[in-house]
């Protein structure tokens, strides 16, 4: 796999990492936005017109296109495993942008995938 790790390759994949784990955070703050005592509707209706949720399916479009590029120039089963890296980016995020706990074995399973994926990257 490395030697199909092109610069093309590489670039679509830091953006996939990145147009993803800022829909996943957008999401996120979407969802935390809403005050408490809305419920129901109401609170669905109060994220509808608030733009962190339209950036979040923004995102996702643009996630969309970008994995279908990079999947046509990798094979599925590296590109998932490269793929996984969003789980390191998205909970590092959340700890930084929202104060999220990261427990041991949450920790633990940050550094398991961040070796599987470079494992993957440098041997394929």
């Not at 669905?44 to 608030?50: E, G, K, N, Q, Y």
């Not at 990798?74 to 490269?82: K, R």
Request: aromatic share 8%; charged share 10%.
């Amino acid at each position: 796999m490395s030697s199909d790790l092109s610069p093309l390759v590489i670039t679509l994949w830091m953006l996939n990492v990145l147009v993803d784990s800022g829909g996943q955070l957008a999401f996120k703050a979407a969802a935390s936005q809403p005050p408490h005592e809305l419920g129901g509707t109401a609170r669905w209706r109060f994220m509808l017109i608030r733009p962190w949720l339209w950036i979040g399916m923004s995102c996702y479009v643009a996630e969309f296109v970008l994995w279908l590029a990079f999947l046509s120039l990798v094979p599925l089963s590296d590109g998932v495993l490269l793929g996984s890296i969003n789980i390191v980016a998205i909970m590092i995020a959340g700890r930084i942008l929202f104060k999220e706990r990261l427990a041991p074995l949450r920790v633990a399973g940050i550094v398991l995938v961040s070796v599987g994926v470079a494992v993957v990257g440098l041997t394929g």
